[in-house]
């Protein structure tokens, strides 16, 4: 069963989930509809997070940086929109519809703003179409990634590092910072498929930097 992070205010979320998240609370939504395992998992996944009691956050209403509209990833070839996601009725961070978008948490920090952002797209595929986020694992250490917001205003961002986690093993760094800097986290699955526990064996992390 997930745990639930409790929380007095949005606005400290930053904060908290970056002292007490763990990857245990990135859980894979596999949608039945998918087709079985093949040479590697065929089924589409993509992490959430578990945030209880959480409301508009006020740093929201004073963005600085307007709403994302488009992730470009020239190496990996994505161009996708943004789908705008909050919380699902479990209390999980909700998953995008399309298999096509990433979806970023919209109560959280906005790309380009002071923290971590955090988007998070399906992995695999389905009827012979990737998924956007599927290649995620061939980024390395300086590829760019842009974000393209309402205003036109397009952020670059730098690949600084990918990690994979065990399920079970601490991941404070994917949803806070306290470095004065603006990050852009992408998450998704990776590793074997476990039919039995209908979860992968791994989360994928790529930590990305504001240029």
């Known amino acids: 069963m997930q745990s639930k992070i409790s929380l007095r205010r949005l606005s400290l979320l930053v904060i908290v989930v970056g002292a007490a998240l763990s990857l245990a609370l990135l859980v894979n939504l596999v949608p039945q509809s998918l087709n079985p395992p093949v040479s590697r998992p065929a089924q589409q996944s993509v992490p959430a997070v578990n945030i209880e009691n959480a409301s508009t956050s006020p740093k929201q209403e004073q963005a600085s ?62 009827n012979g179409k990737l998924a956007v986020f599927d290649k995620l694992y061939k980024l390395r250490k300086g590829d760019k990634l842009y974000v393209e917001d309402d205003r036109g205003v397009i952020t670059t961002f730098v690949v600084r590092e990918s990690r994979r986690y065990d399920p079970n093993a601490d991941a404070s760094d994917v949803f806070g910072s306290n470095d004065g800097e603006a990050h852009l986290n992408l998450v998704t699955c990776a590793g074997v498929w476990n039919e039995a526990s209908q979860t992968f064996s791994q989360r994928l992390v790529v930590f990305t930097d504001k240029e």
């Open 65 to 126: 940086s307007g709403l994302p509209i488009r992730l470009k990833i020239p190496k990996l070839a994505v161009d996708a929109g943004f789908e705008y996601v909050g919380l699902a009725p479990d209390g999980a961070m909700d998953k995008p519809k399309s298999l096509d978008a990433a979806a970023w948490f919209e109560l959280g920090t906005r790309p380009g703003e002071t923290g971590s952002a955090v988007i998070a797209g399906h992995y695999g595929y389905r």
